[in-house]
């Protein structure tokens, strides 16, 4: 059964950082584009981040020069470095995983950026 489970979120003040973890199992993870989705309440899901397996990354724009996506193969892991945080930033984050018809999310980890 395919799995991927996110870790990392939490509060955090505007300004501060968090790291966020993905690790997923039963897929070849090697393979797949791995991604960060976020949704905030009343919003749709966006593109934070993703990663092809050739290691070519795309960033939305409200978090480029602020959000850093890496993957490591060997840990079937894929993360999510969030710098300079912004009350807008305040969403559930979730991992994707996706090869040709294959796609696959985990259930979110809630990131909120308050004073």
């Known amino acids: 059964q395919v799995q991927l489970v996110e870790s990392g979120g939490g509060l955090v003040q505007p300004g501060g950082s968090l790291r966020l973890s993905c690790v997923a199992s039963?897929?070849?993870?090697?393979?797949?584009?791995m991604g960060w989705y976020r949704q905030a309440p009343g919003k749709q899901r966006e593109l934070v981040a993703d990663?092809?397996?050739?290691?070519?990354?795309n960033y939305g724009d409200s978090v480029k020069g602020r959000f850093t996506i890496s993957r490591d193969n060997a840990k079937n892991t894929v993360y999510l470095q969030m710098n300079s945080l912004k009350p807008e930033d305040t969403a559930v984050y979730y991992c994707?995983?996706?090869?040709?018809?294959?796609?696959?999310w985990g259930r979110g980890t809630q990131v909120t950026v308050s004073s």
């Open positions: 994707n995983a996706e090869a040709g018809s294959s796609n696959y």
């Open positions: 039963s897929i070849f993870f090697r393979f797949y584009v």
């Open positions: 990663i092809s397996s050739s290691g070519r990354i």
